[in-house]
């Protein structure tokens, strides 16, 4: 019971963590909206550490959270 506790908490943490990218995000663009000094190259940063925590987090939902479910639908299409 103890490892499907620490697979729980490793999708929570990871939607917690993208749940902060976006707040962090809209921070930013209100920053540089307010005529704020801010690197172009950091929006685009953003978009990416974003997107990249997003996927990591639906991964971890379907392939650890609901493991039969997503095997059972990879071996349907193979």
């Known amino acids: 019971m103890?490892?499907?506790?620490?697979?729980v908490d490793n999708f929570s943490l990871l939607g917690i963590s993208t749940i902060i990218l976006i707040i962090a995000f809209v921070g930013l663009k209100i920053h540089a909206n307010s005529g704020g000094l801010y690197e172009?190259?950091?929006?685009?940063?953003?978009?990416?550490r974003i997107s990249v925590t997003l996927v990591f987090a639906i991964i971890a939902y379907f392939v650890i959270i609901h493991k039969d479910t997503f095997?059972?639908?990879?071996?349907?299409?193979?």
């Open 71 to 78: 095997l059972n639908v990879w071996l349907l299409q193979c």
């Open 40 to 48: 172009t190259k950091m929006v685009g940063a953003m978009i990416f």
């Open 2 to 7: 103890v490892l499907s506790k620490v697979k």
